[in-house]
């Protein structure tokens, strides 16, 4: 069974930072790819950030240059940093792991952290 936890969400000023963490339950190498969705209220759900088991990275257009994903392996965490933030950054965050077989892919999510941007 495979957990996701978030934590490091929180209320911060425009133009702060947060740094929020994803402590899987196993390797992060052992997932095909990981990543970061945001959800706003009575929107959508969003990719904002992926990173594969090769270490190829993806960002929404609305967070280049702001936000970036990485890992520490012997952690077994993947990290979103966020910077510049903006309003409109705020959402529910969930973490995200992929692992694809040849029968069908598996999603896994976390449970979610808040995420509030004051202006």
């Known amino acids: 069974q495979v957990q996701l936890v978030e934590s490091g969400g929180g209320l911060v000023q425009a133009g702060g930072s947060l740094r929020l963490s994803c402590a899987a339950s196993?390797?992060?190498?052992?997932?095909?790819?990981m990543g970061w969705y945001r959800q706003a209220p009575g929107k959508q759900r969003e990719l904002v950030a992926t990173?594969?088991?090769?270490?190829?990275?993806n960002y929404a257009d609305s967070v280049k240059g702001r936000f970036t994903i990485s890992r520490d392996s012997a952690k077994k965490t993947v990290y979103l940093q966020m910077n510049s933030l903006k309003p409109e950054d705020t959402a529910v965050y969930y973490c995200?792991?992929?692992?694809?077989?040849?029968?069908?892919?598996?999603?896994?999510w976390g449970q979610g952290t808040q995420v509030t941007v004051s202006s």
């Open positions: 995200n792991a992929v692992v694809i077989t040849i029968a069908t892919t598996y999603n896994y």
């Open positions: 990173l594969t088991s090769g270490s190829v990275t």
């Open positions: 196993r390797s992060t190498f052992s997932f095909n790819a």
